[in-house]
């Protein structure tokens, strides 16, 4: 920890809570707030948040609408690749902060912000601590996911095969669009020597490593904090239920756990929305689709589940839903290639299958249905360390980067 730190500027697209990634940078200022720090919230997409200012936190505010609701597309699109407004007021307010004392932290800006914040902070004297929540950095479509052809991409971001690749989830023209703001992107990280790059898992760590590891003056792992249990395990009565928590979409496995839920004659429920909703209902009217569920209603829906199925087809960085069931001693089906994989012991905690393989699904859900239920939540309350995703312990973890 360097004790001369006494301002943090933190920069996310939103200032409202909007996602996990936004999550986290609330979070962190909040807790930092409340260290003492001077704690000042740039973001691009308004409105402000009262929870900042109410914690004496100082908020920048563009104002500008983010990429999907600007109406004027064309105006929208060009601010995607170089944000001016983004950029000059970076440079503004840097000039009011002394780049010893002060340490800059970045969450999200591809939705509005644009990389041209790197360029106004790089090769500056602040250091400057950037949180991979996505692929952006290194996937043009920021998801190594082939959403034309609905399957995993090994493709080298940028190489001519990447290029001639119809893999975005519009169309070609939309990818040609990202290969241009990857190119961006990557001339404003480049030859930086005052950016340090944190992932949010191993497993996302080293997906991205060949392609981006030599942009940064540090390139490591540092675990978000997840809104979770952290109190004792209570047992509840286990009603059979098979839980799928998520968008409704290809990519996420919707489909799959739908299909397997079916044939297996199993009793299933849905918490959450998507393009797919509709069908799937009509495909499965033996499932129970209950839409978004969020606070506590969610929470009991866990806790009443004999198992949560995480059946994504794409490497999601972590995957919040795994050490939110956990804690709440629920185990977990999981895929292979997903970041809260490390969290699976298979057969005590939970299942690990190969990712996108069905009927590897198939075979860990049967598992599960034979598996002494009572066991695996007690190994779970054993073993199970709530502590470790603090947003306290997270705040001494990054005060160490400082």
């Given at each position: 920890?360097?004790?001369?730190?006494?301002?943090?500027?933190?920069?996310?697209?939103?200032?409202?809570?909007?996602?996990?990634?936004?999550?986290?940078?609330?979070?962190?200022?909040?807790?930092?707030?409340?260290?003492?720090?001077?704690?000042?919230?740039?973001?691009?997409?308004?409105?402000?948040?009262?929870?900042?200012?109410?914690?004496?936190?100082?908020?920048?505010?563009?104002?500008?609408?983010?990429?999907?609701?600007?109406?004027?597309?064309?105006?929208?699109?060009?601010?995607?690749?170089?944000n001016i407004k983004a950029?000059?007021?970076?440079?503004?307010?840097?000039?009011?902060?002394?780049?010893?004392?002060?340490?800059?932290?970045?969450?999200?800006?591809?939705?509005?912000?644009?990389?041209?914040?790197?360029?106004?902070?790089?090769?500056?004297?602040?250091?400057?601590?950037?949180?991979?929540?996505?692929?952006?950095?290194?996937?043009?479509?920021?998801?190594?996911?082939?959403?034309?052809?609905?399957?995993?991409?090994?493709?080298?971001?940028?190489?001519?095969?990447?290029?001639?690749?119809?893999?975005?989830?519009?169309?070609?023209?939309?990818?040609?669009?990202?290969?241009?703001?990857?190119?961006?992107?990557?001339?404003?990280?480049?030859?930086?020597?005052?950016?340090?790059?944190?992932?949010?898992?191993?497993?996302?760590?080293?997906?991205?490593?060949?392609?981006?590891?030599?942009?940064?003056?540090?390139?490591?792992?540092l675990l978000n904090p997840?809104?979770?249990?952290?109190?004792?395990?209570?047992?509840?009565?286990?009603?059979?239920?098979?839980?799928?928590?998520?968008?409704?979409?290809?990519?996420?496995?919707?489909?799959?756990?739908?299909?397997?839920?079916?044939?297996?004659?199993?009793?299933?429920?849905?918490?959450?929305?998507?393009?797919?909703?509709?069908?799937?209902?009509?495909?499965?009217?033996?499932?129970?689709?209950?839409?978004?569920?969020?606070?506590?209603?969610?929470?009991?829906?866990?806790?009443?589940?004999?198992?949560?199925?995480?059946?994504?087809?794409?490497?999601?960085?972590?995957?919040?839903?795994?050490?939110?069931?956990?804690?709440?001693?629920?185990?977990?089906?999981?895929?292979?290639?997903?970041?809260?994989?490390?969290?699976?012991?298979?057969?005590?905690?939970?299942?690990?299958?190969?990712?996108?393989?069905?009927?590897?699904?198939?075979?860990?859900?049967?598992?599960?249905?034979?598996?002494?239920?009572?066991?695996?939540?007690?190994?779970?309350?054993?073993?199970?360390?709530?502590?470790?995703?603090?947003?306290?312990?997270?705040?001494?973890?990054?005060?160490?980067?400082?």
């Amino acid at each position: 920890m360097n004790d001369k730190i006494k301002n943090i500027i933190i920069y996310n697209d939103y200032a409202f809570l909007c996602g996990g990634a936004s999550k986290v940078a609330f979070d962190g200022a909040i807790a930092l707030a409340k260290k003492g720090y001077n704690v000042t919230f740039f973001s691009g997409t308004g409105p402000v948040n009262s929870t900042l200012t109410t914690q004496g936190i100082r908020c920048v505010c563009l104002e500008q609408p983010d990429l999907l609701s600007d109406k004027n597309k064309i105006r929208a699109a060009l601010r995607g690749l170089w944000n001016i407004k983004a950029y000059r007021q970076t440079k503004k307010l840097l000039k009011q902060y002394n780049g010893q004392e002060t340490i800059i932290l970045v969450h999200c800006y591809s939705k509005t912000l644009s990389s041209s914040i790197f360029a106004a902070m790089k090769n500056t004297d602040f250091k400057v601590i950037y949180t991979l929540h996505d692929y952006f950095a290194a996937c043009p479509n920021g998801g190594f996911y082939d959403y034309h052809h609905q399957k995993l991409c090994n493709v080298a971001p940028l190489s001519l095969e990447c290029i001639f690749k119809n893999c975005d989830s519009r169309s070609y023209l939309q990818k040609l669009y990202r290969l241009l703001r990857q190119v961006i992107i990557r001339l404003c990280l480049r030859n930086s020597n005052n950016i340090y790059a944190y992932n949010v898992s191993e497993m996302s760590k080293k997906l991205m490593e060949p392609y981006v590891a030599h942009f940064f003056k540090v390139y490591d792992t540092l675990l978000n904090p997840v809104d979770i249990n952290r109190s004792e395990i209570v047992d509840m009565p286990d009603n059979g239920t098979y839980l799928y928590i998520g968008r409704l979409s290809k990519e996420k496995g919707a489909d799959d756990f739908c299909k397997v839920i079916t044939e297996l004659g199993l009793q299933g429920e849905v918490l959450g929305d998507g393009y797919m909703a509709e069908d799937l209902k009509r495909a499965y009217p033996n499932i129970s689709f209950k839409g978004w569920v969020d606070g506590n209603a969610k929470i009991e829906e866990v806790r009443k589940a004999k198992c949560v199925i995480f059946p994504s087809k794409v490497h999601e960085t972590y995957g919040l839903i795994v050490p939110e069931s956990l804690s709440y001693g629920i185990p977990c089906i999981v895929p292979t290639g997903c970041g809260a994989t490390s969290l699976i012991e298979n057969g005590k905690n939970g299942f690990v299958y190969k990712m996108g393989d069905y009927e590897d699904l198939k075979k860990k859900v049967i598992l599960m249905m034979n598996s002494d239920t009572s066991k695996l939540k007690q190994y779970i309350k054993d073993t199970f360390r709530a502590k470790d995703f603090s947003v306290d312990v997270y705040i001494d973890r990054l005060e160490k980067s400082f």
